[in-house]
């Protein structure tokens, strides 16, 4: 890492002095508190965070024990259960049951052609329509997810990368027609492309283009959409392929550290769009290690957004996260062993302090969540936010030697990592991570931990339960979810009949329009975008016109 | 390590999906029982497999999936094969739910291999696949 500026900022002095403690207590005493008692179920008062008084606090530098003072009890995590099937009518059905259940946020699965920009009607999406999540074509089938939801209320996350920037422009169109103020907006997009080079690989431009749009997006939202996270920095995915908690982290902040960069040289001001920056990690089994993880993740932000890219404010240095319970922990054995997975792995996301949640539908491996499944996932995250108790106490295994110790050492690895990218990148993290996913190094370090964990498996030295110990008594499969190949046809239906509808001639004015500016970089694409989804231009017509300046993205095969 | 050619294995994801990793990790366990891999990797369509198994002479085709479009695009990686006048066995990895399976093993596929198979059953089921034995595997060999 790059010295930073030498000189002590005001959100350091604090540290080792013995204000420390009732400095974090006055920011806590001002905070506003849920009216739940903050107590154990005996009846023994309990503080909302404890250490000496020199020590570190919630909400003070280096935010490593969370980002606010007063933390779940002030407000709880977002309960945010991703959903997306079939078709927008179906999934706008789920939507509302969630939030009839009590979700406090949506979370938009799309299909893996929507993911892709290609349209339903395209030869690669045939048998993939609905599948995977929902099939979006055009702002019609946009404003049928959210018919009846009020978007200037719910936030919503929404889940794509590559086709991001389009379907972004689409959702915005969805506020612009219901009369909703863009700066009502509020939600996430995930926007991370950089992950995809390296895990998901869910790509379809070469990755410069690529983190072009990504910084339009965040240009654009940092103007217009003052509620919205414009980049969900995500570890989940590279956890899922395989890498480990260090690998997760490192890969992962390095990537924001390459978006803050790409955001700077966007002409942006850092404490304009970091406290925007928003993060996404895996929370897998081997529980200590993930709340190490979150801790780590949180200091290392801070300490790199102040003196690496000198940060003043101190939301640039706060590091905020949503966790997903890791898919790739559950089994197609004995399925219903999963809800007590998913109940150990989120209680270490929420014991790390995490911003928001979805716990994993127990019948994941099995297929897409049915309702009953999705609801138990839904009910694990109340049960520990209404009946363990966990809430009251701030970051409560701070100061455990082990898990001090082990935050430590997973951010020794994760520095070790940037050291690396940083060199290679000349001193630009950005150009760093590109190398490095231009040589396919990310690639294979993730897929060398995946097999090593394979190998560990296959020895017998990690048991997973039901899989390669405790094999007996696998009753069967649950009912699962079942889309109607039905979905398929309907969405053609759809799709022809929004193209017969719309102006031909502003169409391909559009699309020209596209093209034009996607060929200057200094060009925000977000507005042509916007425009072409309000004449009904379909998600496959603009990703192609954007696909004809770009390129096309492969990756080197390799084993 | 075996010192015997045990046999040519081409492994591809069909379609729009790009979870690789059990791909990956077959390919590796494959490498290590003495195959030779031949990696077609990502987005690749029913008629790509045809033909690089056409080009590659590999003995086994194995097809990883994870996107729920098991039941359109199994049969057409059959159909390509055997449209291209190839007889090549077919194995399919991922997420198949139990219901789907005999549709798919209609389609002419030998093996399933679902999450959580072992590496024995990998092997075996690309042994069983190039012996000519359909319906290997037990467990997570599906």
Redesign the interface.
Known sequence: MAAGPAEVRPAESNIGSVRAKSRWRKAYESSRLRDVPFETMSGVPLEAAYGPDDGEFPGEWPYTRGPYASMYRSRLWTMRQFAGFGTAEDTNARFKELLASGGSGLSTAFD??T??G?DSDDP?????VG??GVAIDSQVDMERLFAGIPVGEVSTSMTINSAAAVIMAMYIGVGDTTGVERAALSGTIQNDILK?YQA???YVFPPRPSVRLVADLIRFATAELPRWHPVSISGYHIR???STAAQELAFTLANGFAYVEAGLAAGLELDQFAPRLSFFFNAHIDFFEEIAKYRAARRIWARWMRDRYGATSERSMQLRFHTQTAG?S????QPEVNLARVAIEALAGVLGGTQSLHTDAFDE????PSDKAARLALRTQQVIAEETGVVHVADPLGGSWFVESLTDQLEHQAEEVFARLDGLGSGSMLEGVIACIDDGWFCRE??DA??EF?SK??AGRWV?V???GY?DGDD??PP?LH?D?AVERAQLDSLAAVKQARDDDAVRASLARIRTEAADPTINLMPALIEAAARHVTVGESMGALEDVFGTW??H??? | MPDRRAGRVLLAKIGLDGHDRGLRVVARILRDAGYEVVYAGLRQTPEMVAAAALQEDVDVVGVSMHNGAHLTIAPAVVGALRGAGLSTPVVVGGIVPDVDLPQVREAGVCAVLGPGASNQEVVAAIEDAIAGVAGSGAGAGR
């Open positions: 893996m052609p993911l892709l290609r690669l999406a045939k048998g993939e599948r995977a995809e998901q690989k869910e899922e392929a395989g790739v559950l089994t197609a054995q491996a099995l297929a897409l993730i897929a995946a097999y394979q498996i296959a997973h039901g899989v390669n094999t069967g499969q699962t889309i190949p492969l990756e095969s390799f084993v």
